[in-house]
């Protein structure tokens, strides 16, 4: 079946650091990627998307490509702050009714 | 708009008791759906409802009962609580479902932490 496969955390960086996140899916067809993001205490909240290949979806300044070739779509932000500190999920959309959620990764930052 | 919202926050349950969990949205989303979120194991999600009177089955659906008699209201059901059902758990919705379109944002509550001892 179709699932999504994380980095294990947790990624603990310095303030201005560069961050990537891994994250590989397994699907059949064309499915639509996300990055959801838990900030401490909270629910999860979606913080960008892509819908085909070789989309970039970028938000708060975090992109992520939707790469075919690799089936990756890895989180990046070139200078994490230390309120980016939160869990996040790489998730799948296969056009039935279910999201699959990766095992989400912990982000550290440190000032 | 005050979005998911979820009730109780947090809730200690002995073995074999019974509750419910509210989940309420305002957005008149039609899909809605509830998951467990334990450590090293991300979301999984328990049921889900397609619209008012239709629910099915998520990965982890046992122990856990759910209706969907309106629009706005989705509640969970623990009919006789465990230990292995201590967890964190979320509701969401979306306009539609994924499966309508594979683009549809979750909206996310603020979870309800349930101890079961």
């Known amino acids: 079946g179709n699932s999504v496969t994380q980095m294990e955390g947790p990624v603990t960086l310095s303030e201005e650091a560069f961050l990537t996140i891994n994250c590989t899916y397994t699907?059949?067809?064309?499915?639509?990627l996300f990055w959801y993001v838990q900030y401490p205490g909270e629910g999860l909240q979606l913080l960008l998307k892509?819908?085909?290949?070789?989309d970039k979806g970028s938000n708060k300044g975090f992109e992520a490509t939707y790469r075919k070739e690799t089936t990756s779509f890895h989180l990046e932000k070139g200078s994490v702050q230390v309120s980016d500190s939160a869990v996040y999920f790489c998730?799948?959309?296969?056009?039935?009714?279910?999201?699959?959620f990766g095992t989400g990764t912990r982000l550290q930052v440190f000032p | 708009n005050a979005g998911v919202t979820q009730t109780p926050k947090f809730q200690v349950l002995k073995t074999g008791q019974s509750m419910t969990l509210q989940c309420a949205q305002d957005?008149?989303?039609?899909?809605m759906s509830w998951y467990r979120q334990d450590p090293g194991m991300g979301l999984r999600l328990i049921h889900y409802?397609?619209?008012?009177?239709?629910?099915d089955q998520g990965e982890v659906p046992n122990g856990y009962n759910v209706s969907r008699s309106t629009t706005e209201d989705f509640p969970l059901r623990l009919l006789s609580a465990a230990p292995s059902q201590t967890s964190v758990y979320f509701c969401?919705?979306?306009?539609?479902?994924?499966?309508?379109?594979?683009?549809?944002?979750?909206?996310f509550g603020p979870g309800t932490r349930l101890l079961v001892l």
């Open positions: 409802s397609v619209g008012a009177g239709i629910t």
């Open positions: 969401a919705s979306s306009y539609n479902s994924p499966g309508t379109s594979g683009v549809e944002t979750q909206y």
């Open positions: 892509a819908t085909k290949a070789d």
């Open positions: 957005m008149n989303h039609e899909y």
């Open positions: 699907a059949t067809g064309y499915p639509s």
């Open positions: 998730a799948l959309g296969d056009n039935t009714d279910k999201l699959i």
